[in-house]
């Protein structure tokens, strides 16, 4: 997993880790204002991390709108520590229980 897909689960963890519904735009407003990605990607080049944070069943696409997509979370997610890397990860219950950093078992 790559820094931005940590920092995607991290801004969902802290702003929309509820029953809410959730936009790329907003993610991505959120990681530009708070400087976690670089100032030279666009909501474009996020895409992909979005991608497969629905295939590894953290969230679903419920909607879209030319580039806006709105997201809801299949479960809540938590904060959970890998033994191997020490790095604090957003899961979720129903994910497989791999550090998406490591890949060593949670």
């Known amino acids: ?3 931005v897909s940590l920092e995607i689960r991290n801004a969902i963890f802290a702003k929309f880790n509820s029953d809410e519904r959730f936009t790329n735009d907003q993610i ?3 990681l530009q204002n708070t400087n976690k990605i670089e100032k030279s990607l666009t909501i474009d080049d996020m895409e992909q991390y979005f991608t497969n944070l ?13 580039t806006t997509q709105w997201f809801k979370l299949f479960d809540p997610l938590e904060k959970v520590t890998c033994p191997a890397c020490k790095a604090e990860i ?6 497989e229980k791999n550090c998406p950093l490591c890949n060593a078992a949670i």
């Open 1 to 3: 997993m790559s820094d």
């Open 54 to 66: 629905c295939d590894a069943g953290i969230m679903r696409n419920i909607a879209q709108n030319f």
């Open 90 to 95: 957003p899961v979720n219950k129903s994910e």
């Open 28 to 30: 991505f407003a959120e």
